[in-house]
């Protein structure tokens, strides 16, 4: 099922788009903050799995150098100077992976963990904006199963993403420069895609639709998923932001849809 063009893709510029995309996350906070009841129950499970991905990321950057040396074999004859060059070029592009991969499977392990949490968030800022157009009973079980599958396809696209990325991260330049920027629009898509779960499902809608409809107006989908993938890699910014990130994620799928984003 797709929206019509002319509907999900407003007719203003690609970076005016981008910029409405962040809007929703800044506007997402507004509406999470107003359901105080809410607050706490949306926090637990992001604290539950940040502690989870903080620890595995402390460790990868603890063993990063030895992770260095280990893919870099082809270096020990040469100077020290080429040597550690060659060594701290490995170490940021296991960094710039490492931060793909607990950014994307972060969100995903947040939102099984605390999927009956996150869809009252988002059917609380459905409420505010006039209900659900064409809402569908989903059963708690088959909502984790979906949120589940969902959540490993999108983990297993990082991956897939993530792995030409290590790559390109040993090229001097483009590895410290671009790899961090496409990292960011790569992770920023995915997030978006991974967000929109609930919402879309709420419309009997699956993945293969929410990628479809939120390609139609990729600008915003990627201004909202790379703002939401930039706090996330703030030192518990996940944890504080993935509620309103929820929020956000429902505005974005009612815009996608051509669906009012104004409270009534």
């Known amino acids: 099922m797709n929206a019509p063009r002319d509907i999900v ?13 962040v809007g929703l996350l800044l506007r997402g906070f507004g509406l999470y903050v107003r359901s105080p009841g809410l607050m706490l129950l949306g926090v637990v499970p992001a604290l539950i799995s940040g502690a989870i991905f903080v620890t595995a990321f402390v460790t990868l950057v603890y063993f990063v150098e030895d992770l260095a040396a280990w893919v870099t074999p082809f270096a020990d004859g040469w ?5 550690s060059l060659a060594r701290v070029i490995a170490g940021l592009a296991f960094l710039v992976l490492g931060g793909l991969l607990a950014v994307v499977s972060f969100t995903a392990v947040t939102l099984v963990i605390g999927d009956p949490f996150y869809e009252k968030i988002s059917e609380r800022v459905e409420e505010r904006l006039g209900g659900t157009p064409g809402e569908v009973e989903v059963p708690f079980w088959a909502s984790l199963r979906r949120s589940l599958v969902d959540s490993l396809r999108l983990v297993g696209l990082s991956v897939l993403f993530g792995i030409p990325l290590f790559a390109a991260g040993f090229i001097p330049v483009v590895g410290q420069i671009v790899v961090p920027v496409v990292g960011a629009a790569v992770g920023g898509w995915l997030l978006a895609v991974e967000l929109a779960g609930a919402p879309f499902s709420r419309r009997g809608l699956r993945l293969p ?56």
């Open 9 to 21: 893709a407003p007719v203003t510029g690609a970076i005016g788009r981008f910029f409405a995309g």
């Open 209 to 264: 639709d929410r990628r479809s409809i939120l390609r139609a107006d990729r600008p915003t989908t990627l201004g909202f998923g790379v703002a939401v993938f930039l706090c996330f890699l703030i030192p518990i910014g996940a944890v504080l932001v993935m509620p309103a990130a929820v929020a956000g994620a429902t505005l974005l799928t009612r815009r996608s849809l051509g669906q009012s984003t104004e409270e009534g």
């Open 79 to 83: 100077s020290t100077t080429a040597r």
